[in-house]
């Protein structure tokens, strides 16, 4: 088992090293967005390595097992609608990025608005929000490493793991990020497969004798299930798949990817694709579903991928499946200290030059990575919990790209009243468990967000502004990002 | 090589009504209908009901839709939207 996992991290590393090939000397903007040139293979990879991380591969059947209908709809619903989201919204975000020369979310919030102060608020929410993906993201590593039963503190592979993370990084940026979600996604899909594929060959043998007879024991699983298709649950489920697909798109990280594109066409080619990824959900279903059905215990839901995969396979595939999953939280950990250092180091800190930004990103990187490890041995929250805080506060910059896309009156002032009352309510709601009629905590902040933004630019109309849309229609043809 | 702008003055890979109603509207219908319809819900498969399995049909339909929205609406040239000026 541990020879095949360490044999499969070094060909990553590798990986990360020949992505460097013909781009030792990196820039700032290259080391962020790799300078937009990734054409659509590789910005698929990288955009389904955001997708589907540990959350996916841990946090969805161990939700499945947990939880049961409502669960399932919701999840998978909101991936499946954040491609047609992002094939409409990637191209604008393209263009906005190159009309403004920017890298990051606040760098376009602060030239649409001219507003420091909205690029302070954009940048410090985002990486509040962005500290539990990394705290997520350890919480599967930690399940992962200690399926190793290494005679090994946890605390220190954790340390080992943010130090992969780390080296991804350091050699080539998000061209290390993209190249190892290649070899990442590979496994990925034979892991799924493989574990998959054997549970159910089993579930035809096993089933009959530990159920009672296949049918008789599947209708009874059916039935037992916590489904729960109640009305607070049905509207939970579909309002938080609007939030969330909707939010997916002001993931600070998805900018740092849309920017990576060559071109519009290659953000909207790898949109059409990415739905068919969702393809593995099932599978992953039937893995928790097996889990259920044959008596497996998982010491926690989150393990029952890993705890079939133990049941039903030889150690060394275990190995594989185990260095999988690691892949998937590192390549995303990757991606999201790239997300956080430019916000710091292009946001908070502003007047850094290139050399300056790449070399504040690695301390940035190194500090995040810290934080996030301590905040996995303090935090004993269910990982899909974490998941939601993170989409209810990001999707509050949704309000002020709309405004940014169609509102012209709508100022600065206006957007950071508005966030400030989204934010507070999303968390009251969430914190004080207050009853809302099952609606996500994060819609109701954006309805207030929304009336807040609005109520203020009435009162306060921006002089002399214009809406991207116009601004993009002003601007001479533009020239791809770099 | 310079790109060609449309008569609104915009990049022909950017979203128009038609392209965002069709694009948009139609997967979230599918997969709103079928959440609330949830048909063949007493029907199961592997222990799993048939609501959900009718729930997963909806990837490769939108992957579908996405794809005639493309060849409807989209810039089918690779390299099209780049350019100096």
Partial sequence: MIPAFVTIIAASLLLALFSKRGHAHQGAKEFFTASGQFG????????????????????????????????????F????????????????????????????????????????????????????????????QFMGLK??????????????????????AFLYVVIAGLRASAFVAILKDVLMLSAILLVSGVAIAHWHIDGGQAGGGQVGGAAALAASAPAGSDHKGLVFALSTMVLQAAGFAMIPQTWAFLFSARDPGAIRRAQVVSPLYLLLFPLLMCVAYFARFHGLQPPQPDFVFI????????????????????????????????????????????????????????????????????????SGKFIVTL??????????????????LFLPRVGARAVI??????????????????????LNAGLVGLVLNSAVMLTAAALHPRREAATLLTRLRAAPSLPSHG | MAEKRTEDGLGSDMPRSGLALLALGLPVTLLFGLTLWAPFASV???GIRGSIWCLFACAPATSLCLLACNRLFGTQGKGRGKGTP
Avoid at chain 1, 146 to 159: E, F, G, I, K, T
Avoid at chain 1, 322 to 331: D, N, Q
Wanted: contains cysteine.
């Fill in chain 1, 143 to 164: 399940i992962v490493l200690a399926s190793l039963d290494l005679p090994v503190a946890p605390v220190v592979l954790l340390a080992l793991a943010g130090g992969m």
């Fill in chain 2, 44 to 46: 199961t498969f592997l």
């Fill in chain 1, 387 to 404: 998941n939601n805080i993170f989409y209810f506060g990001i999707a509050q910059s949704l309000p002020a790209f709309f405004a940014a």
């Fill in chain 1, 40 to 75: 659509a293979v590789l910005f698929f990879f990288l955009s389904v390595g955001e997708t589907y991380s540990v959350t996916s591969m841990l946090g969805f059947p161990g939700g499945v097992y947990a939880k049961g209908g409502d669960f399932i709809t919701w999840f």
């Fill in chain 1, 77 to 136: 619903g909101y991936i499946l609608l954040a491609a047609p989201v992002l094939y409409c919204v990637g191209p604008v975000i393209w263009r906005a990025g190159v009309l403004y020369g920017a890298a990051t979310i606040p760098d376009f919030f602060r030239s649409h608005f001219d507003s420091r102060a909205l690029e302070l608020v954009m940048a410090g929410s985002a990486i509040l929000l962005l500290v539990p993906v990394g705290t997520t």
């Fill in chain 1, 417 to 438: 009243l508005g966030m400030g009352a989204g934010y507070a309510t999303a968390f009251w709601v969430y914190l004080a468990a207050i009853d809302v009629g099952g």
């Fill in chain 1, 307 to 378: 705890t079939t995969a133990q049941a039903l396979l030889p150690e060394w595939m275990v190995g594989v499946v185990l260095a999988t999953i690691t892949l998937s939280g590192l390549v995303l950990l990757s991606s999201v200290c790239l997300a956080i250092s430019p916000l710091v180091t292009r946001n908070i800190v502003s007047g850094l030059n290139e050399a300056g930004q790449r070399r504040w990103a690695k301390v940035v990187t190194a500090l995040y990575i810290l934080l996030s490890i301590i905040g996995t041995e303090v």
